[in-house]
């Protein structure tokens, strides 16, 4: 039973005179949020939740009754049911009920309570109606708005910043690094801040401080995501995010390039890689996965991401039902869905049936090649046509030669000189194995079976005029699986690395030049010409042909006169492993000056058919042989391939954009957001509360819906990021949430002139952040009062300047520079700096290679870290960097024992605090101006004396250790793990300013931007 008229009677009457005398509360700013955050769950614009038919985010809801017939009265709260219960003892008739853990406090009551007497006017939520531009002193716009609200509590701005405070504070803000001693020395003496943010806007630097903010957006990463995690190529859209930056693209190019880039009008290959903001989704790769399904997520993310990022609306509650807080429903979700529905399937059952992981299939662009390799890439062509046109020339010429060669060889077929075994007169091999001689000649190996082995044959032989060697690798009944190979009886393999030989006279040795070898058989990829290249990685080996006897031959470059008492000398080089070493083996000599006696069998038997006889394919293969026997002809070729396979290594890299199906897919409502149960099918459309899209179909016109005029969100939402950025806080505090649950802006006159002066601008991001910085707001000293702790300790007034922990890239960055390590080199693929080995293989099922790299990479800014999502940068995590599986607006800022361990210990900050101890010990003019000069590089200003008297102590007492304990050095100054060289050559000091340089990169101060 209502009620209402006895909670009338005893608590609403004498309220009732003194609303008249007070002004309306103000609906937006002081209702709206609590009827959000207490009745809208139940009594909102989610029909299917709604109970009691009441409705209570609309005025018609609200008056025109429900299951009650008066739940409002304009101008009557005494007649008002939602009065009574909000004031009832019945736990039955209490709004809100006791299980939904929420209660109104009496300030919230009286509130509901003066607005429903004074006529219970709704207004339309502020983030739905359209920015409009306040009046304010054209030359201090941002002040004249903040002022206005100190003024009204009582408080005013703070004292300015010190100038060198300020211009740290302004180069960290702006591009993310700590000014130059010359940067301070610069601003001490002219004073110049106008120019000072000039300078800063312009530097390239810029681009990568703020695309760090926008990647986080973006979900931007490496890798694919889930278990497997596999890499992939997204660093080109983020290198477009930092060039779009750096020239100011205005926002509304920026918006329409990265949602819809490749349905632009003769779009360019930059257009096309801005799309990259939507392939950087998650995409699960895993065995069982649903292709459609993974799919359908992706989609799902994207109009999710849309929305937080360029709405400030947590569209995804209306995924699964209608919004319950926001005037939000199914329908508007799927159709604007339905803009992002057109997309390829990008994953794939496996082509390969052994594969556990789905195949990533794109799409993919291909990128041109880097200006470098375009270079490279030229000289290389040039190069290969010029040995091409000389290769035809040697071919042209050399047909007589081989009429002539044919001639000769068939005539030297009958003389046909024979083979000779050398005599063995001593064998050692590096393994240790026993070996015996045998009666043909060949030595048997047997016993253990080494791992590597160098075989050292020494030989003599009676044949003069030696022009060829002929290596026979036999098989043999004690052989694992009869060899010729002796390490494993199913795979009896060998792999010969490199066959030397030497004429060994008076007890010395002359290295004997061998210029092609030929074998019965060669592995692919394994060839004969491997064993003379003198590379360690290539060779000659048989396989599958295991069980059979194989030759190669080696054709010397110039004949051998053997002299009477010399022997020669051969190393038979197989350093494969696992065994793969030959079993047995015998070396011949031939004297032949024709090379008949080193021809293939196959060719020997072309040769003894008379020319009248031989078909086509037996006349080529003997004019091929005859090529291949060219000296010149071989090393032409040779230098060809390498040359071939170095182009073809300059292969293109891909990045991931997006394309449109031709014929559109069909979008309907899914019940509960499963993709499984399709309902009503729906059209491309824009959410019906903003401000409707005619004749709307694809991608390009939502990007160009989101850039109009008339949008209220989309501006407000990102000058509320921007400033968040630099004041640690928005002005709506809720940055991805501007919807009737957010928290109401501070300051909403200035958040509207704010979103004004950007699209009238010409969307001018960098003038906006001018604007800001520029301000006597921002340029406040960050110091905090007792007034201002008791009266704003938030700091949503913005009395001061705000004081906050750097994020992960910027602290490493900050690091970096200060040790005067950082690399300044921009773009290109994700580097890969020191991480702790085997980090990777703990996360993820395919573990990508992590190649540590030794050169000026590992020192480049952290936004060009690999970003793999299972396991992010460590340092970073520990930071508070997110895996970037979804969009993040605006990272957390925890404080915890494990950051001051990272900063001490990780050998990426030990590294860095080496080199800025160096730094400090080779630039300082002298020993008693170092601690002044460190706090000059790391701060910007001198030390004061208490932290000279501290820093001083540190130095002497480390120092003292250090010479008594010598032996130390190398631990602090030697690790395996930098790769810095230091160049002060005292090695006390150096590992004595180590702990200096340290302690400083671990203030507080250091670390903070304030």
């Known amino acids: 039973m209502p009620i209402r008229r006895v909670i009338s009677s005893l608590l609403i009457l004498p309220w009732m005179a003194l609303q008249a005398e007070e002004d309306a509360p103000d609906f937006n700013r002081e209702i709206r949020p609590i009827l959000a955050e207490n009745c809208f769950h139940c009594h909102g614009p989610d029909e299917k939740s709604r109970e009691g038919d009441l409705r209570l985010d609309t005025f018609e809801g609200a008056t025109e009754g429900g299951e009650f017939a008066d739940p409002v009265v304009p101008g009557k709260p005494g007649e008002s049911e939602l009065i009574a219960r909000i004031h009832s003892k019945d736990p039955e008739e209490l709004m809100p009920p006791p299980d939904s853990k929420r209660t109104l406090t009496e300030k919230e009551k009286k509130l509901l309570e003066r607005w429903v007497a004074s006529g219970a006017k709704y207004e339309e939520h502020w983030a739905w109606v359209s920015p409009v531009r306040a009046s304010v002193p054209e030359n201090k716009p941002v002040d004249a708005f903040i002022l206005r609200r100190l003024e009204k509590e009582g408080l005013e701005f703070s004292k300015p910043a010190t100038s060198g405070n300020l211009l740290r504070r302004l180069s960290l803000d702006l591009i993310g690094l700590p000014p130059s ?54 660093w080109a859209y983020r290198d477009w995010v930092i060039d779009a930056l750096n020239s100011n693209m205005p926002y509304d190019q920026f918006t329409i390039e990265q949602i819809a880039g490749d349905l632009l009008p003769k779009s360019d290959l930059r257009q096309k890689i801005a799309t990259g903001f939507h392939r950087t989704v998650t995409c699960n790769v895993e065995a069982g996965v649903s292709p459609e399904g993974n799919r359908m997520n992706q ?30 429903t199914m329908k508007d979700y799927y159709s604007l869905f339905a803009y992002f529905n057109n997309t390829p399937i990008e994953v794939q059952p496996p082509s390969n049936k052994n594969d556990v992981s789905h195949d990533f299939v794109g799409p993919y662009l291909d990128l041109p090649l880097s200006p470098e390799q375009q270079r490279k890439a030229d000289q290389l062509d040039e190069i290969i046509a010029d040995l091409t046109r000389e290769r035809e020339k040697l071919n042209e010429g050399s047909e007589s030669e081989f009429v002539a060669w044919q001639k000769s060889a068939m005539a030297s077929l009958a003389s046909q000189p024979k083979w000779q075994a050398m005599k063995v007169t001593a064998f050692q091999s590096s393994g240790g194995e026993e070996h015996r001689v045998l009666k043909d000649g060949s030595v048997l190996l047997a016993g253990k079976v080494p791992d590597t082995a160098t075989y050292t044959v020494e030989v003599e032989t009676k044949l003069k005029d030696i022009t060829g060697f002929r290596l026979e690798t036999l098989t043999h009944p004690d052989l694992p699986g009869k060899g010729p190979g002796r390490g494993d009886a199913v795979r009896p393999n060998f792999v010969l690395h490199e066959f030397r030989a030497a004429l060994k006279t008076g007890g010395k040795e002359r290295p004997i030049s061998l210029q092609k070898a030929e074998a019965d058989f060669s592995q692919k990829n394994w060839s004969v010409a491997g064993a003379i290249d003198g590379k360690a990685k290539t060779g000659w080996a048989i396989s599958p042909q295991f069980g059979k006897p194989h030759q190669a031959t080696f054709e010397l470059t110039e004949p051998i006169a053997n002299a009477s008492g010399s022997k020669f000398v051969f190393q038979l080089v197989q350093n494969f492993g696992k065994g793969r070493v030959i079993g047995n083996v015998r070396i011949s000599a031939i004297s032949d000056p024709s090379g008949v006696g080193s021809l293939p069998p196959g060719i020997v038997a072309i040769l003894k058919k008379s020319e009248g006889k031989r078909n086509g394919k037996q006349v080529e293969k003997l004019r091929s042989h005859f090529l291949n026997s060219d000296p010149k002809l071989v090393r032409l070729e040779a230098q060809l391939a390498r040359l071939k396979k170095e182009r073809s290594d300059l292969k293109v890299d891909q990045t991931l954009v997006m394309v449109e199906l031709e014929k559109p897919r069909k979008t309907h409502i899914l019940k509960r957001g499963n993709f499984l149960a399709p309902d009503v099918e729906v059209t491309p459309g824009t959410p019906t509360r903003l401000p409707k899209l005619e004749n709307s179909s694809n991608r390009l016109d939502l990007a160009k819906w989101l850039v109009r005029r008339d949008n209220p969100l989309t501006a407000r939402v990102a000058v509320n990021r921007w400033w968040a950025e630099l004041f640690g806080s928005g002005i709506v505090a809720t940055l991805e949430d501007f919807g009737t649950q957010s928290e109401p802006p501070t300051h909403p006159e200035l958040l509207d002139w704010l979103a004004v002066e950007l699209m009238e601008s010409g969307w001018d991001m960098k003038h906006v952040l001018k604007t800001i910085v520029m301000s006597q707001t921002y340029r406040q000293s960050s110091r905090l009062t007792p007034e201002l702790l008791e009266k704003d300790p938030r700091n949503l007034l913005f009395a001061r300047a705000p004081r906050f922990r750097m994020d992960a890239e910027r602290l490493r960055d900050n690091a970096l520079t200060i040790s005067g390590l950082l690399s300044t080199k921009m773009h290109g693929k994700p580097i890969m700096p020191y991480q702790p080995n085997g980090l990777w293989r703990q996360t993820g099922r395919n573990e990508p290679k992590w190649v540590e790299q030794k050169d000026e990479n590992r020192w480049r800014r952290g936004i060009y870290i690999v970003y793999r999502r299972a396991a992010p940068y460590p340092s970073m995590v520990n930071f508070d960097a997110p895996d970037r599986s979804s969009c993040m607006v605006q990272r957390p800022r925890t404080n915890t024992p494990i950051q001051a361990l990272t900063m001490l210990n990780d050998p990426a900050y030990v590294e860095m605090a080496l080199a800025l101890a160096d730094r400090i010990l080779t630039e300082s003019k002298a020993p008693n101006e170092r601690v002044n000069y460190a706090f000059g590089l790391t701060l910007g200003r001198s030390a004061t004396p208490r932290e000279v008297k501290i820093m001083e102590e540190l130095v002497r007492s480390r120092g003292e250790y250090y010479r008594e304990n010598q032996n130390k050095l190398n631990a602090v100054l030697k690790s395996p793990k930098f790769f810095y060289n230091p160049k002060h050559e005292n090695k006390i000091e150096l590992a004595t300013w180590f702990h200096v340089a340290n302690a400083l990169l671990n203030l507080d101060e250091v670390m903070t931007r304030n």
Request: net charge negative; charged share 25%.
């Open 181 to 234: 001693p010359d940067d301070f020395e610069r601003f001490s003496n002219w004073g110049n801040y106008a120019a000072e943010v000039d300078r800063l806007l312009a530097s390239p630097r810029f681009g990568e401080r703020w695309a760090r903010h926008w990647l986080d957006l973006a979900r931007y990463a490496d890798s694919n995501g889930f278990q497997a995690d596999q890499l992939r190529p997204s």
């Open 299 to 328: 989609v799902f993310d994207r109009v999710n991401t849309t929305a937080t990022v360029w709405l400030g609306i947590t569209l995804e509650c209306a995924q699964c039902h209608d919004h319950k807080f926001d005037p939000f």
